[in-house]
Nanobody, 115 residues
């Protein structure tokens, strides 16, 4: 069983920064993809950024140039550095892990950006 624990959400003014962290524990393959999704009120969950265990990253167009995903494989932790935040970034952010034995989700952390 895999557990994902997120931290780092909160309230920030537009233009500010936040850093999210997600620590994974349990049965995790060395080959995996970790990343972040978000879900705003009344909207579907959407991809924010993904990082493979080899370090290749993918971003949603809406966050390119503002958000940076990174990971520490030794700590089984993935980070999301969010800069130049906009009110439209307000959402619950979920950590995600994909591996051959399945997919896991964190409980979510709220990010609120005030204008």
């Amino acid at each position: 069983q895999v557990q994902l624990v997120e931290s780092g959400g909160g309230l920030v003014q537009a233009g500010g920064s936040l850093r999210l962290s997600c620590a994974a524990s349990g049965s995790i393959s060395s080959i995996n993809v970790m990343g972040w999704y978000r879900q705003a009120a009344g909207k579907q969950r959407e991809l924010v950024a993904l990082s493979g265990s080899g370090g290749i990253a993918n971003y949603a167009d809406s966050v390119k140039g503002r958000f940076t995903i990174s990971r520490d494989n030794a700590k089984r932790t993935v980070y999301l550095q969010m800069n130049s935040l906009k009110p439209e970034d307000t959402a619950v952010y979920y950590c995600n892990l994909k591996q051959t034995r399945g997919e896991s989700w964190g409980q979510g952390t709220q990010v609120t950006v005030s204008s």
